[in-house]
């Protein structure tokens, strides 16, 4: 079994490079599929999410070829297969975006349901409803979800969202870029992962407007050719460190960042007493180690997000004074509170409400990342916690922060992988 260690209490200083967004990624490798010809992807982070989106679409028999470490040029014009192999898809959410894209450029697509992490439920009515309008029989048999659009190619149409969903919106772009006509998606979401795909669509010959705001059109094109673009940086990585800045106290440089991504969680640390400089691209972040409490509560972007919620509790445990922390998006996100509590951390949930009462000090434990960024959090906390901490299931952690161990050391936290005899098995499936 592998673990972090970390002893705490030491407070960061330094520079930290941020890595591309995954969930930009996670969305924009199965969106080659809709291009004729190489896509060359930049600033493509290194986790394990990634690496399993590319294996399925090697599996596919996509020609993917590594550049350099941030760089891979994919071919997908030679794929004839529209059937997703069972056991990677299953790992990872985002796989549900390879029903879009396939879809998009075959008019059929077959993909197992999506993994994920454990948040509540996760349904996709959203996506299927989408495709539906489009013209597509979608149903679910032999453990597979198949679609098929009945007339061979989508046709355009207006999709209203009833909830606003990530993926729901991003899979409806990808299904609409070579439909036959206009596509309007209302009460779209507005997150920067979608102007990040809608911009890399747009790059390869797509026609996306409005994406970041609310009514997105796209116009059904014929093909899109292949051409070289850079991903975003990654927006809940950024906000990771912030966090992790603010509980331990110091001064760090966090770099190659959009700083208005930035600025629903800039907002609420500055609240808390953190200091916070915005650079062209990059964010200084200055912190006492002295919090104040404040209430958080999630929603769609702009507002602040379900993906910093356990990383903003940490903080919120270490805050002076009861804080109210409220969970906008997702049924069960407070799975990680009860390692929080055996850290000494006071809190209270009912539902959707977590009461924090602030606590002088954390003391490190023997903990258990339960998810993505709950794992996160839970580094944070170990980093700010006085004594030794230990983090297993940290491939849950590494699905979504690149060289976490090593950018956090380079800011001078005591952090370190270790290796033992497994303790028990980690069965746990990989999510997104
Ligand atoms: N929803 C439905 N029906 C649908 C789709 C969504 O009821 O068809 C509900 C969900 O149950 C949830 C809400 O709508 O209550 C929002 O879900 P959304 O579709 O926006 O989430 P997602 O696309 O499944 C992505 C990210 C998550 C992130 C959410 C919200 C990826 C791969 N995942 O999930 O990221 O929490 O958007 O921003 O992009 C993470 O990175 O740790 C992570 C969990």
């Not at 941030?70 to 297969?81: A, L, Q, R, S």
């Not at 509980?247 to 959009?258: D, F």
Request: aromatic fraction near 4%; charge should be negative.
């Amino acid at each position: 079994m592998t673990k972090y260690v970390i002893n705490g209490g030491k407070p960061l200083y330094g520079t930290v490079p941020i890595s591309g967004a995954k969930n930009a990624a996670v969305a924009i490798i199965p969106a080659t599929l809709l291009v004729d010809g190489v896509c060359r992807i930049e600033n493509i982070p290194q986790i394990s999410d990634v690496t399993l989106i590319l294996n399925i679409l090697q599996e596919l028999g996509a020609d993917v070829r590594t550049v350099d470490r941030t760089t891979v040029d994919i071919d997908c014009t030679h794929i004839h297969n529209a059937k997703v192999p069972d056991e990677l898809a299953r790992k990872i959410r985002a796989s549900y975006y390879l029903i879009g894209a396939l879809l998009g450029r075959f008019g059929s697509a077959q993909v197992p349901p999506p993994g994920g992490c454990d948040l509540g439920a996760r349904p996709i009515d959203q996506h299927i409803k989408g495709f539906a309008a489009m013209g597509a029989d979608v149903d679910v048999r032999g453990g597979y979800i198949h679609a098929k659009a009945r007339n061979g190619r989508l046709t355009g149409t207006q999709v209203y969202m009833d909830m606003v969903s990530v993926g729901a919106t991003m899979n409806v772009m990808l299904a609409a870029t070579l439909a036959n006509g206009l596509t309007i998606i209302e009460n779209a979401a507005k997150e920067p992962h979608i102007v990040d795909l809608a911009n890399f669509l747009n790059s390869m010959g797509a026609d996306i407007m409005g994406a970041g705001t609310d009514v997105i059109k796209i116009r059904g094109v014929d093909r899109l050719v292949g051409g070289a673009y850079s991903i975003i940086p990654d927006q809940i990585e950024a906000g990771t460190y912030m966090a992790a800045v603010s509980a331990t106290g110091g001064e760090v440089l966090i770099k190659n960042v959009i700083p208005k991504h930035l600025e629903c969680i800039t907002a609420k640390l500055e609240e808390m007493g953190v200091e916070i400089e915005d650079r062209d691209d990059a964010v200084l972040v200055r912190s006492n180690g002295k919090l104040t409490r404040t209430n958080v509560k999630t929603l769609p972007y702009p507002g602040f997000p379900t993906d910093m919620q356990p990383q903003i509790a940490a903080d919120l445990c270490l805050a002076q004074g009861t804080s109210v922390l409220t969970e906008g998006v997702w049924d069960n996100r407070y799975r990680y509170v009860d390692e929080f509590r055996r850290m000494g951390a006071q809190i209270q949930v009912d539902g959707k409400v977590a009461v924090i009462e602030g606590v002088e000090h954390l003391t490190g434990a023997k903990l258990r990342a339960c998810d993505l960024r709950a794992g996160a959090a839970m580094v944070i906390a170990a980093l700010a916690a006085h004594g030794t901490s230990e983090i297993s299931n940290i491939h849950h952690i590494e699905r979504g922060y690149e060289d976490i161990v090593r950018k956090l050391s380079n800011i001078g936290a005591d952090i370190r992988v270790v290796v033992t005899p497994d303790e028990d098995q980690q069965t746990e499936a990989n999510a997104g």
